[in-house]
């Protein structure tokens, strides 16, 4: 009895190398509270950064799109489930390289009547020692590496969508900015060329319709001073949500953008290596991968495994070995349908991988031709305002030496700013297409 006793006290020594169980319950309320407190400012989170990253100012009087990136990667959850998503398939991987476990087999036979040659009790153990045959363990580590490649590529594409969000709301929250100043400077020369008319309309100069001209263009003006509120609102809450804090961190952020802070410099690359460097693609490639390493794992998945029991017996003041073995036969089906199966699925990522190329392909062509189209009309805008300039300034002299009244000078400064939301709407026109180019390649072409 002894000797059983050890073999049954024998699996407690590995446990102390067992890792226990920590609980991480979920709270609601303080995780909620954890996200209200974030702010860019933080003191903790700058000095992190700046030892990071001291190529930057922490905190910044002027913040750039790459440092607010920065800063998003460190507090927005969508990277930590990416992250983790990542730790989580390493540690699969490490999983698929562990050679299966033995088991262990004791056994106790009693008898009530034994003869002379039998003991009335008998004591065996054995094990189980499972011996995976044709490549199973490199095929189940190649799939698992494969969902590692696949994972990485995901953190890759979680922080590109993270800058695109922030871009894009930095950019629709700086048109807003300044086409509301444009319109509030046309506001006001609407307003004073009113007056100007009723001066004209009292002395018998102008009649009353020409006045009523003028009301029009200030219920148009309001009524796009309105959508251009709405539209600020929607940027400052997305680039909240982008940041991961709350809109009154967001409320004096200091950044704008003007025509000369945009520069495209395309990357000297083929267009092959621009689509190939996508996570998109880099994501299709490992989703061929992972379906090319099922395919590998339902092959070998046809032999079966071999199992060998070694085992000892004490009977009768006598030690007996055995050893035993197991082997599914593959009589009733060989494994064929899943291998079709897989093979199929093998196909179909091929495919979806093609598919994909094609579309980035045109998505990229289409992008480039955009950014070139985008970039004639800020130059035309450009051209059209220095001549627009000139006549403000050719009025101005004109008004000064008397040969014009003040609501000839004033319709010369309203078409000034006409010109000026002209090249506002072109010149972020033009951002918006230099970031369709960024998103096309997910290569940084500005410095927004």
């Not at 800063?71 to 562990?98: D, M, T, V």
């Not at 034994?114 to 199973?136: D, R």
């Not at 003006?221 to 991961?244: D, E, F, P, W, Y």
């Not at 990357?267 to 190939?276: A, D, G, L, R």
Request: overall charge neutral; glycine content about 2%; some cysteine.
């Amino acid at each position: 009895m002894k000797q059983v006793t050890l073999l049954l006290l024998t699996p407690c020594l590995f446990l102390s190398g067992c890792i226990s169980y920590q609980p991480q319950p979920l709270a609601p309320e303080k995780s909620f509270q954890i996200l209200n407190s974030y702010k860019l400012d933080d003191p903790i989170l700058m000095k992190q950064l700046e030892k990071e990253y001291p190529q930057y100012q922490w905190p910044a009087s002027y913040w750039s799109l790459d440092q607010l990136v920065l800063i998003a990667e460190k507090i927005h959850p969508n990277i930590g489930y990416a992250e983790a998503q990542y730790r989580q398939a390493i540690a699969q991987f490490h999983e698929s390289r562990q050679l299966p476990n033995p088991a262990v087999n004791v056994s106790i036979e009693h008898t009530n009547k034994p003869n002379e040659e039998q003991s009335t009790w008998k004591k065996g153990v054995g094990l189980e020692i499972l011996i995976e045959t044709a490549g199973k363990r490199d095929a189940k580590q190649q799939l698992a590496a494969q969902k590692v490649a696949i994972a990485r590529t995901e953190v890759v594409d979680a922080k590109w969508q993270l800058r695109k969000q922030i871009r894009d709301a930095l950019l629709q929250l700086n048109e807003s900015l300044q086409t509301e100043k444009n319109l509030k400077q046309q506001l006001d020369i609407v307003n004073q060329s009113m007056l100007a008319m009723q001066k004209r309309v009292s002395v018998g100069s102008a009649t009353r319709s020409e006045q009523l001209a003028f009301n029009s263009q200030l219920l148009a003006i309001r009524q796009q001073l309105n959508n251009v509120a709405q539209n600020k609102s929607t940027a400052m809450h997305s680039l909240a949500t982008a940041l991961g804090v709350t809109t009154n961190s967001v409320e004096n952020l200091s950044i704008q953008l003007t025509p000369s802070e945009i520069k495209t410099t395309l990357p000297k690359v083929s267009t092959y290596q621009i689509i190939q460097s996508r996570a998109d693609v880099q994501a299709a490639m490992a989703e061929y991968a992972i379906s090319d390493a099922n395919l590998r794992l339902e092959v070998v998945n046809q032999y079966p495994d071999l199992t060998l029991s070694p085992g000892l017996t004490w009977d009768a003041q006598s030690l007996i070995w055995s050893l035993a073995s197991n082997l599914v036969l593959p009589i009733l089906h060989n494994n064929h349908p899943a291998i079709e199966a897989a093979d199929a699925g093998r196909l179909a990522s091929r495919k979806k991988f093609e598919s994909l190329q094609l579309s980035v392909r045109n998505i990229l062509d289409q992008a480039i031709d955009a950014e070139r189209l985008a970039k004639e009309q800020v130059k035309q805008a450009q051209v059209a305002i220095q001549v627009a300039g000139k006549r403000k300034a050719a009025a101005e002299r004109a008004f000064k030496a008397g040969a014009i009244d003040k609501l000839q000078r004033l319709e010369s400064e309203n078409i000034f700013l006409l010109e000026q939301a002209n090249e506002i709407k072109s010149f972020f026109a033009y951002a918006n297409a230099v970031a369709a180019l960024e998103d096309a390649q997910q290569i940084p072409l500005s410095s927004f």
